[in-house]
């Protein structure tokens, strides 16, 4: 297990959806100035390849990375605070740090032997500069590959600036051979081929093909999308149509001003032969960061003047033109992606249509409506954090518009209540806190928009371990929300304000404000404070040794949570209801709940709750006497806190702090130190199911529940089915168009209700259901 797990992970780079054509000099170049430095930037013109040049060195010297090679695209992000964030996300690392994002970002790179594509930087040189000045300083086995239209000037820095494509010398003009070395030329082939199976450079269209490439200067981008117009043009007609739009330049001078001039028009050009729809869906596109989906640009782009059902036909236009980049996810959603150049002209244009804040605005309609889905703390709750993870670019860019239109604080707000929880378990915490400060500065006084900011901005420093803050901001937010009758908010400041005080050890008083909290919820009915009254009063009902009331409290959390299908607030409380169910002497069911409460933080991938999770059941098997498990499991919690730039929760640090001790005590130092490494050189995956599968108290295979088929779910049922036909988590997830990571959670969750230990014993549970039918 530990040798599988030192294996590198695999990168992000994303799969070449074109061919690489040319540059074989430069690449080499890149490879070879890769052995002799630590950063490296590749500098030149708009268009000029620099990605694509960058991305396949990487490709190439990958193995040389024993933690990989990670591109960071960093044109989405318009806020430099938020770069460090970028390289978190990139790298799949959840930011849950209690302190400085890059300090802890270097804390998580310090020892790795790994390669950073940082990706258009020239936006943001300043905070790609620091970022890169301390990653070369503090993380001596990690290399920076840079791509920027302008150096980063930082200390150690080489430059290599990538030149338009390789064109054909004066006098090659005769020699078709000599023609086809050109790298411009080639690409201009390789393109049109596509286009037009069969194009080839031969001796009739020579001329034209080596006067397009010169009046191109060998630009990539311009080439390609002078290329795929092969489909309705001749030759001929894309030079003079080319001719006239470059007219206006001269050729005085031919350097990276001119270059870019000569980009600009020819995306102009480009721009120029769409139809008016193709060019309006291509500015309004400009208002999102990243990427996004159909369903998205038709909720935000479609009007009468862009009909709904013509959006994907439009969509699929823009693809055909090399306007947009198209990939699918794994559940073969497809994801569109506009390169910056392309965004950058066609934001320019929805100016001049006069619709760039309109645009905004209904952009900011469409990820509130994502937001209230994310709220409605139901079975959809991991497809929609999930869905929020893919949209990350879109909600920064979203928020960055409400700051700076004050009158939108209200919806602000109220987004930041629906997202309390997705952001509880993603942070990042510290950036979360300075937005939400922003927001709440532009806020009335004693508005409730501003007791909304408060009260979730309080659950983000209680999680950051402030909770000194946390009590102020709950205070402020209690006091609006008592001014204003907002019942909802009062109630979640009541909660929030009630944990520094059991911090405190002010058990009493904490037990009381849950209480309240819990009684004004419920009759009022704001469901899902009630939901999380009661978590936490089971939690310190628990802490006070009240068993009978944990239980009885948590009961009826866990069967509200049930009747939901929200899985956040049920992992906690199953991990509460587990250690009062224990310490009452029952157990086994105990353990169940604890396994339960582990599948349920990993499925939302939770990766406070779930590390929380895995140390109370480290701490069910000291107390079985399996000392070197708990170790293992105390090194898997770690592995969560590792890949979360997490800090132990002072809550439950006592606990830790007891597992340890009793493990170093039941097995020896040496055998505590190598169980532990084991756990933690564990996949956070790997690590789920060792806690959740492995069960080593039985000696025989557990009998098989002969429950009936209402159990499940009917998604459960459903993925029972095709787990018993044999198909395997990827084609499970194709087929009901799911993530594989979504399909692998329903499973362990299927197994883990229904006491077994392989999908063969749920073949045969399906069996004997079906027989007994």
């Known amino acids: 297990m530990g040798e599988r797990a030192r294996q590198p992970r695999p990168s992000n780079l994303p799969a070449e959806l074109t061919s690489f054509v040319g540059r074989q000099q430069e690449l080499r170049e890149v490879k070879r100035l890769l052995t002799t430095t630590r950063l490296l930037t590749l500098t030149g013109s708009g268009g000029a390849g620099k990605t ?7 490709a190439e010297m990958a193995r040389g990375f024993r933690d990989g090679v990670w591109l960071v695209r960093l044109d989405p992000v318009h806020d430099p ?36 594509v940082l990706d258009n930087c020239e936006h943001l040189l300043d905070a790609s500069a620091i970022l890169a000045g301390t990653l070369v300083t503090t993380c001596p086995d990690l290399q920076l590959l840079v791509t920027s239209r302008q150096a980063l000037s930082v200390a150690g820095e080489v430059r ?31 393109r049109a081929a596509a286009v037009i199976p069969g194009f080839a450079v031969n001796s009739g269209n020579a001329a034209e093909v080596l006067k397009l490439c010169r009046r191109l200067d060998g630009i990539p981008l311009a080439l390609e999308l002078a290329a795929v117009r092969l489909g309705s043009l001749s030759l001929d007609q894309l030079n003079q149509g080319l001719a006239k739009e470059l007219s206006i330049l001269g050729r005085a001078n031919r350097g990276a001003e001119f270059r870019q001039q000569t980009l600009d028009a020819t995306i102009g050009w480009s721009y120029g ?39 994907v036909d439009l ?41 760039e804040v309109a645009m905004q605005r209904r952009h900011f309609g469409w990820i509130r409506a994502l937001g209230r889905l994310v709220a409605a703390w139901d079975d959809r709750q991991v497809e929609s954090f999930h869905r929020m993870d893919l949209e990350r670019d879109n909600l920064w860019t979203a928020i960055d518009f409400c700051l700076r239109h004050p009158e939108e604080v209200d919806a602000a707000a109220e987004l930041a209540q629906h997202l ?12 979360v806190r300075r937005v939400l400060a922003s927001l709440a500065e532009s806020a009335p006084e004693r508005s409730l928009a501003r007791a909304r900011l408060l009260w979730v901005a309080s659950v983000m420093a209680a999680s950051q371990n402030d909770y000194d803050a946390c009590a102020a901001l709950s205070g402020e937010s209690l006091r609006i929300g008592t001014d204003v009758r907002d019942v909802e908010v009062v109630a979640w400041s009541m909660i929030e304000g009630a944990v520094p005080r059991w911090i405190e050890g002010d058990l009493a008083g904490a037990a009381d404000r849950f209480a309240s909290a819990l009684w004004l919820a419920r009759l009022m009915q704001v469901e899902q404070a009630e939901l999380n009254a009661m978590n936490t009063l089971c939690g310190i009902s628990t802490a006070r040794g009240e068993l009978d009331r944990a239980v009885e409290v948590g009961e009826r959390c866990l069967a509200m949570s049930r009747e939901r299908g929200e899985l956040w607030v049920r992992g906690f409380v199953l991990n509460f209801l587990a250690q009062a169910t224990w310490l009452r002497g029952d157990r086994p069911r105990g353990e169940a709940l604890a396994r339960e409460g582990i599948a349920c933080k990993h499925a939302v991938d939770d990766r406070n709750g779930l590390s929380i999770a895995l140390e109370t059941l480290a701490w069910m098997a000291g107390e079985l006497g399996q000392h070197e498990r708990a170790a293992c499991l105390l090194g898997a919690a770690e592995r969560v806190r590792d890949e979360s730039s ?23 130092q040496r055998s505590f130190d190598a169980a532990f490494a084991r756990g933690r050189a564990m996949t956070i995956g790997e690590g789920v199911a060792l806690a959740v599968q492995d069960e080593p108290r039985r000696t025989s295979p557990p009998a098989v529940k002969t429950a009936s088929r209402a159990i499940l779910t009917p ?59």
């Open 52 to 58: 694509r040049l960058a991305l396949r060195a990487g």
């Open 81 to 116: 605070l938020l770069v460090t964030q970028a390289v978190f996300n990139a790298l799949g690392v959840h930011d849950l740090s209690a302190g400085l994002s890059l300090s802890s970002l270097t804390e998580y790179l310090a020892g790795k032997r790994l390669l950073l």
């Open 160 to 190: 290599m600036v990538v030149p338009p494509m390789s064109l054909p010398g004066a006098g090659d003009e005769g020699s078709l051979e000599r023609l086809l070395g050109s790298d411009a030329v080639w690409l201009l082939s390789e």
């Open 273 to 311: 032969l769409l139809n008016e729809q193709e060019r309006l869906l291509w500015a309004r596109l400009s208002v999102f960061a990243g990427g996004f989906e159909a369903d998205a640009v038709t909720e935000i782009c479609s009007d009468p003047r862009l009909p709904a059902e013509r959006i």
């Open 315 to 355: 969509l699929g236009a823009l693809v055909d033109k090399s306007i947009l980049k198209r990939q699918l996810r794994d559940d073969n959603v497809a994801r569109y992606r506009l390169l910056q150049t392309l965004r950058q002209y066609g934001r320019i244009r929805l100016g001049e249509f006069g619709e």
């Open 420 to 431: 309390m929880a997705y952001w509880a378990c993603r942070g990042p915490f510290g950036d």
């Open 646 to 668: 997490l800090t132990l929760i002072e809550l439950f640090r006592q606990q830790h702090e007891r597992s340890v001790a009793s493990a170093v005590h039941g097995c020896g």
């Open 715 to 773: 998604r459960q049922l459903e993925i029972t089915r095709l787990v018993a036909d044999d198909l395997t988590n990827r084609q499970i997830a194709s087929r009901l168009f799911l993530s594989e990571r979504t399909v692998e959670t329903h499973v362990t969750n299927i197994l883990n209700k229904l006491g077994l230990r392989s999908r063969a014993q749920l073949s045969r549970w399906l069996a004997g259901v079906t027989e007994r039918r």
